[in-house]
T-cell receptor, first 110, second 113 residues
Framework: GENVEQHPSTLSVQEGDSAVIKCTYS??????FPWYKQELGKRPQLIID?????GEKKDQRIAVTLNKTAKHFSLHITETQPEDSAVYFC?????????FGAGTRLTVKP | KAGVTQTPRYLIKTRGQQVTLSCSPI?????VSWYQQTPGQGLQFLFE???????NKGNFPGRFSGRQFSNSRSEMNVSTLELGDSALYLC????????????FGEGSRLTVL
């Protein structure tokens, strides 16, 4: 089945800096890549997703890039704010199987 | 529109017992998936049901089982509980699991003593 690796496991940045989280996947047939944010004590929520026919997608301060050849995709958060502090999960789906990365704990220091 | 509801929210069991967790999806969603969340392990996929059929299963022992009813509500059962089964169990519903947004419940926190 699909295997998703996510790095780093923890990330600490100063408010206003950018944060980048990277994921690699194993199955070249994967075609859907969502990112979920889980704030402390809350449920995971979708923040952005990308499909294999698109190389980049942006939504205000967050963006996701996909490199199908290298089989990796990344989440970029610009101008980080304390409320961005959370655990972020990437996932990869190939139509009949979706797997999540182990998560990245992002801390934004004021 | 009501969100995904999981019951019970908290429960404590002892080793060897069994437990049943329930998940009511968002109205109209036919896919329900289950995850085990433990510190440092992320979201481990258990299984996914669509229209009462299990379509996919993760790498968990046979002690973990589930089912889905005709109204899309789902249950998961863990038999012969072990200490390592202590975790937050999340369910998520979606219109279509593999290519659409998952809406998670708040989870059922299981503690095994």
């Amino acid at each position: 089945g699909e295997n998703v690796e996510q790095h780093p496991s923890t990330l600490s940045v100063q408010e206003g800096d950018s944060a980048v989280i990277k994921c690699t996947y194993s199955d070249s047939a994967s075609n859907y890549f969502p990112w979920y944010k889980q704030e402390l004590g809350k449920r995971p929520q979708l923040i952005i997703d990308i499909r294999s026919n698109v190389g980049e997608k942006k939504d205000q301060r967050i963006a996701v890039t996909l490199n199908k050849t290298a089989k990796h995709f990344s989440l970029h958060i610009t101008e980080t704010q304390p409320e961005d502090s959370a655990v972020y999960f990437c996932a990869a789906s190939r139509g009949n199987d979706m797997r999540f990365g182990a998560g990245t704990r992002l801390t934004v220091k004021p | 529109k009501a969100g995904v509801t999981q019951t019970p929210r908290y429960l404590i069991k002892t080793r060897g017992q069994q437990v049943t967790l329930s998940c009511s999806p968002i109205s109209g969603h036919r896919s329900v998936s289950w995850y085990q969340q433990t510190p440092g392990q992320g979201l481990q996929f258990l299984f996914e049901y669509f229209s009462e059929t299990q379509r996919n299963k993760g790498n968990f022992p046979g002690r973990f089982s589930g089912r889905q009813f005709s109204n899309s509500r789902s249950e998961m059962n863990v038999s012969t509980l072990e200490l390592g089964d202590s975790a937050l169990y999340l369910c998520a519903s979606s219109f279509e699991y593999f290519t659409g947004e998952l809406f998670f419940g708040e989870g059922s926190r299981l503690t095994v003593l």
